[in-house]
């Protein structure tokens, strides 16, 4: 059972960044929402072998790379993950289509970067449509916006498969 997941979004090539939060959270799973611009295998080496990473690619990751997928749809603890950038989403106009394309894949948890700022919603669905979505933005662990600050999430799972999330500063 995975009970640490790190998630981080836009380093934008600052990769010293992501290593200093592997080393301080040594995760159980890693996820990257983005606009990388840096060495997806170097991070894997960070993590070990035994350390399953998802990597979407950013509207800035311009040469991709067999590691970088556009959405990662997957399950994991009795929850189904909708892993994107959010730029293809229109996330800085708002979370609408991010949501709908979440109960479109039955997600009940949708992660994305591209605004820089955190964000920890929850969204209950409407009428008998959507069985409640949350929404998680780690912000950007290396170019904050909005009076945020260098930042990452780490979800932990307990026996039961409830989790809990926590935004951090890399500070």
Known sequence: MIKKILIVSDSHGNSSYV???IDRENPDMFIHLGDVQGDTE?????????VPAV????????YGGRDLKQVSVFELNG??????????QGV???IQNLIYSAM????????????????????????????GVRVLNPGSI?????????????MTFDENED???ELKSLR
């Open 55 to 62: 990597f979407i690619e950013g509207n800035c990751d311009r």
């Open 163 to 165: 989790y809990e999330v």
């Open 104 to 131: 479109e894949n039955e997600c009940d948890i949708a992660l994305y970067g591209h605004t820089h700022v955190p964000l920890d919603d929850i969204y209950e669905g409407f009428g008998d449509v959507g069985g």
């Open 142 to 154: 290396a170019l904050p916006r909005g009076g945020s600050e260098k930042s990452y999430i780490v």
């Open 42 to 50: 170097q991070m894997r080496r960070w993590l070990g072998d035994s």
């Open 79 to 88: 929850h189904r993950f909708f892993c994107t950038h959010g730029h293809r």
């Open 19 to 21: 290593k200093t939060a």
């Open 92 to 94: 800085s106009l708002g």
